[in-house]
């Protein structure tokens, strides 16, 4: 079956760091770009990044670069979110998703999601 | 990187069509055939629907369907069902610096 499984989120105050993590199952992780999208409470989705099949190419929405990191780990078959200089905004669902491969910004695998709140 | 704009609810009753709009501009929606469609039920991750503007993946109803005109695509869901009240976002490729923008969302009601 295809699989993805975030985990890292929680509770973090304004400022504060927090590493997300995505496993993927079920197909060639290698193959495909990867991307994370949020929704904050009650919002609508929001594109954050993405990066190519060998990690070689990465995109941030402005509102996040300098402060977040996408990386992958293709042995471990794992996405990331490093995220830093967190702010009451960032706090969102985060999901990983993969693209279908051929067509930009088709986003046809989905993970569950995983809850960041930035909060004092 | 404003967000597309699409109404915020649609309703129609069982059977009817519905056409959801998603507005751009040149340089997202206007600019490539890369829009694509999502559906989330409450609680749960999106599913792609639509991609290229008009393809359906495999799995998905033929009811639903998408076109684009300009700076606007559109997506049609035909013979309305109680299933498909969720709430449905656009996409679009924006070009190499931008990359991807969503649209603001519509809650599809089913009277």
């Known amino acids: 079956e295809v699989q993805l499984v975030e985990s890292g989120g929680g509770l973090v105050q304004p400022g504060g760091s927090l590493r997300l993590s995505c496993a993927a199952s079920?197909?060639?992780?290698?193959?495909?770009?990867m991307n994370w999208v949020r929704q904050g409470p009650g919002k609508g989705l929001e594109w954050v990044a993405n990066?190519?099949?060998?990690?070689?190419?990465?995109h941030y929405v402005d509102s996040v670069k300098g402060r977040f990191t996408i990386s992958r780990d293709n042995a471990k078959n794992s996405l990331y979110l490093q995220m830093t200089s967190l702010r009451v905004e960032d706090t969102a669902i985060y999901y990983c998703?993969?693209?279908?491969?051929?067509?930009?910004?088709?986003?046809?695998?989905w993970g569950q999601g995983t809850m960041v709140t930035v909060s004092s | 990187q404003s967000a597309l704009t699409q109404p915020a609810s649609v309703s129609g009753s069982p059977g009817q069509s519905i056409t959801i709009s998603c507005t751009g501009t040149?340089?997202?929606?206007?600019?490539?055939?890369?829009v694509s469609w999502y559906q989330q039920h409450p609680g749960k991750a999106p599913k792609l629907i639509i991609y290229?503007?008009?393809y359906r993946p495999s799995g998905v109803s033929g009811r639903f369907s998408g076109s684009k005109s300009g700076n606007t695509a559109s997506l049609t869901i035909s013979g309305l069902q109680a299933e498909d009240e969720a709430d449905y976002y656009c996409?679009?490729?924006?070009?190499?610096?931008?990359?991807?923008?969503f649209g603001t969302g519509t809650k599809v009601t089913v009277l």
């Open positions: 990066i190519k099949e060998d990690g070689s190419e990465k």
């Open positions: 079920g197909f060639t992780f290698r193959n495909y770009w």
């Open positions: 040149s340089s997202d929606v206007g600019g490539y055939n890369y």
């Open positions: 998703a993969r693209d279908i491969g051929g067509s930009p910004g088709v986003f046809n695998i």
């Open positions: 290229d503007v008009s």
């Open positions: 996409n679009s490729y924006a070009g190499s610096s931008t990359v991807y923008v």
